[in-house]
């Protein structure tokens, strides 16, 4: 059984790239060591030889067309695609100097 | 009707008050806009007022034309609809009700939705949910809870909460919402409305913004199963823009709906785990009296095991939130989303990611967190690679089960709706009120909740039916039956 405390809560932040308070890290570690100890039951099922599945409802997997489409365009002749962009330079998007 | 005064129960009936010219679309489009606008519900996000005027004016121009409504080519033509917020349309905000996407414009319209506009609906707006659809409340919104159609101080339900309440309050006719967990059936019970989700595939998923790619599934909300039927004739169909789309071609479960089903052939599975106590009594009286109802009508109840459904909770808060905090990793304030004060000065990469991603609530960092933990190295083979497993063992009860039976009615929910505020402070509790819904989501089956009866105070219950895959008609065919012939009332 795992042991869910507030280092291991600070690890998993990390790789989720999220930043956490110290109130959200105790209160994340409390929550999460008790989901985990409710999850904990899937021990006692016997899997042996029990494949995993990961989709539903097993259908080949249709592969479109490789054909390029044109990326659609504004009202103002702009690609759509920065519509939403946080910031925009000529036709790209534009980020903050951080490497 | 609590806001205006529409006297319809079907679109059927709608589209005879057109031609009867008793009602326009502009005219019924307006009362819905000037409905939503008064409301104090929360139930909708975003209103787009000169998009629905512009579809409702193009319905009545063919309703003229014609002289008639062309239901063959236009099924729901001048029907003004909600669409969840987690859906995209064109040059239409979607914000998934996150602060992440708080001044997100999408490129393009959801296939679901386009197909609904094509077959002349009207999109009234777009409808609060909680934060990228996890929730079960409609309390996790970043732009404040839903609120309980009929009892204002309780939850609709989630996580599309404003998808059933804006169909019970007439702020809309019909709605899409998305299901991953329960996230249709719940709220539907909760507020006493139809509440549909198909099989895995049927409808396409692309332009619904991903929360657990193997369990989510779009569906209709309305007031009546033919209503959910004709919706689903609609939206379904293979889409190859979804590479899990079903290759099937468009359901005609409308149709099914005109003919009554043949009892004597039907056999209703009554699974003993689903009735092993904790549900409450009122519940436990109207799931009992509907299957009483069933076996009136010359159905066989039999008695089934679903012997894993003790694990499905565990494998499914496993798998969503790993896929969860997969999908959820794109949202890095690169490319979109909004870039919270302070991300320009960042340090690096990661960093700024930080910071970008601290737009996240509450219960989304929560279920990426535990998603990170489940996928990560050490943890995965114990957790992800085990519930995928046992996943497989729960589709297995049903694949068995459904050599015995044809549908299995159970219920959607343990209670009836809850108090706002009651557990939200408690994950874990709030999780557990999913155990009936989440199975169906697991092993990718259609499964839809009809009112069933309510309890003292008048909070509305819910049947739930599942079939096998595939077997949309089936389900529609037997709900409808029920909805039209059961005396609803309070047990």
Not at chain 2, 222 to 245: C, F, I, R, W
Request: proline content about 7%; hydrophobic content about 40%.
């Amino acid at each position: 059984m795992v042991d869910v405390n507030e280092s291991l809560t600070r690890q998993v932040a990390a790789l989720a790239r999220l930043e956490l308070s110290e109130n959200e890290i105790q209160t994340f570690s409390h929550q999460l060591s008790q989901i985990i100890q409710y999850v904990e039951k899937l021990q006692e099922v016997d899997v042996s030889a029990v494949e995993p599945l990961s989709h539903p409802i097993e259908i080949p997997t249709f592969l479109r067309a490789d054909v390029a489409h044109v990326s659609p365009t504004a009202g103002d002749g702009k690609p759509k695609v920065l519509q939403s962009a946080p910031e925009v330079l000529y036709d790209g998007f534009k980020v903050p100097p951080i490497l | 009707m609590p806001n205006h005064s529409i006297p319809f129960r079907t679109i059927q009936e709608v589209h005879s008050a057109f031609e009867s010219q008793k009602l326009s679309p502009v005219e019924l489009t307006q009362e819905y806009l000037a409905a939503a606008k008064k409301s104090q519900l929360g139930a909708y996000l975003t209103l787009c007022d000169d998009l629905a005027l512009q579809q409702a004016r193009a319905a009545e121009s063919l309703i003229q034309k014609f002289g008639r409504v062309p239901r063959e080519e236009y099924p729901l033509l001048g029907i003004p609809m909600g669409i969840k917020d987690n859906l995209v349309m064109d040059g239409v905000r979607t914000t998934c009700a996150s602060k992440m996407l708080e001044n997100y414009v999408a490129p393009y319209t959801a296939t679901c939705v386009s197909r609904l506009e094509k077959a002349g609906a009207v999109t009234l707006g777009k409808l609060n949910l909680d934060e990228f659809a996890m929730g079960g409340s409609n309390e996790n919104s970043a732009f404040g809870p839903v609120r309980h159609p009929t009892h204002p101080d309780r939850v609709p339900g989630g996580s599309s909460g404003g998808s059933a309440a804006s169909v019970k309050a007439d702020l809309c006719f019909a709605s899409l919402g998305s299901d991953t967990g329960g996230s249709i059936r719940l709220p539907a019970s909760y507020c006493g409305v139809v509440g549909l989700k198909p099989t895995y595939g049927r409808i396409s998923r692309l332009g619904l913004v991903a929360f657990a790619s193997s369990l989510d599934q779009v569906g209709p909300f309305a007031k009546t199963v033919e209503d959910a039927a004709l919706l689903m004739d609609v939206m379904s169909g293979h889409d190859p823009q979804d590479s899990t789309s079903i290759p099937q071609g468009r359901l005609n479960s409308f149709a099914t709906t005109r003919t009554a089903p043949s009892w004597s052939q039907l056999r209703v599975g009554v699974p003993k785990e689903y009735f092993v106590g904790g549900l409450a009594p009122a519940v436990e009286r109207s799931i009992q009296n509907s299957l009483n109802w069933f076996q009136k009508q010359g159905a066989e109840l039999v008695p089934i095991s679903l012997p894993h459904t003790q694990y499905a909770v565990s494998v499914y808060y496993v798998v969503a939130v790993s896929e969860a905090s997969s999908n959820l990793a794109r949202y890095d304030g690169i490319r979109f989303g909004m870039r919270p004060a302070g991300s320009e000065q960042a340090k690096d990469l990661n960093d700024f990611y930080r910071k970008s991603r601290s737009l996240f609530g509450p219960e989304v960092k929560r279920r990426i967190i535990l998603g990170t933990f489940a996928l990560s190295s050490g943890y995965s083979e114990a957790y992800f690679h085990r519930a995928c497993q046992v996943r497989r063992k729960i589709v297995g009860d049903f694949t068995e089960a459904f050599t015995k039976v044809d549908l299995i009615i159970g219920p959607v929910a343990p209670t009836t709706a809850f108090k706002l505020g009651e557990k939200s402070s408690d994950p874990l509790t709030m999780y557990l009120n999913d155990i009936f819904t989440i199975p169906a989501n697991l092993a990718g089956l259609p499964a839809l909740s009809v009112p069933c009866g309510a309890d003292e105070e008048g909070l509305p219950i819910g049947l739930h039916l599942m079939a096998a895959p595939f077997q949309e008609d089936r389900l529609i065919s037997a709900a409808h039956a029920f909805q039209n012939g059961f005396e609803l009332g309070k047990v």
